[in-house]
């Protein structure tokens, strides 16, 4: 599996941001998928998963109300609708694919998310 970021840039507080995963090398609809992000000097967080169909989704509460994670099986894509960013959203963002009960890997370089003014 291979996952590739994009849609990552720079913000300012209270815009927004949509962020892209291209995933290949296996069948996207068989996995449940997730974001995760590690800002500066801190340990990488959890931020939203959904599962294989799009049907259930799950949110750190930080994201709760201002993230939408959502997923295009056709395109294999996912997606992270980010609104009302925050100072403290920036970070480097990671999707990644669940490998076992809530356990995820990630494979992509990730994109970067910068919230200033």
């Known amino acids: 599996v291979q996952l590739a970021e994009s849609g990552g840039g720079l913000a300012l507080p209270g815009g927004s941001l949509k962020l892209s995963c291209k995933f290949s090398?296996?069948?996207?609809?068989?996995?449940?998928m997730g974001w995760f992000r590690q800002a500066p000097g801190k340990e990488r967080e959890f931020v939203a998963s959904?599962?294989?169909?799009?049907?259930?989704?799950n949110y750190m509460d930080f994201a709760k109300g201002r993230f939408i994670i959502s997923r295009n099986n056709a395109e294999d894509m996912l997606y992270l609708q980010m609104n009302n960013l925050r100072a403290e959203d920036t970070a480097l963002y990671h999707c990644?694919?669940?490998?076992?009960?809530?356990?995820?890997?990630?494979r992509g370089q990730g994109t970067q998310v910068i919230v200033s003014s």
């Open positions: 090398g296996d069948t996207f609809s068989s996995y449940r």
């Open positions: 959904v599962s294989e169909s799009g049907t259930y989704t």
């Open positions: 990644a694919y669940e490998i076992g009960r809530g356990s995820y890997q990630i």
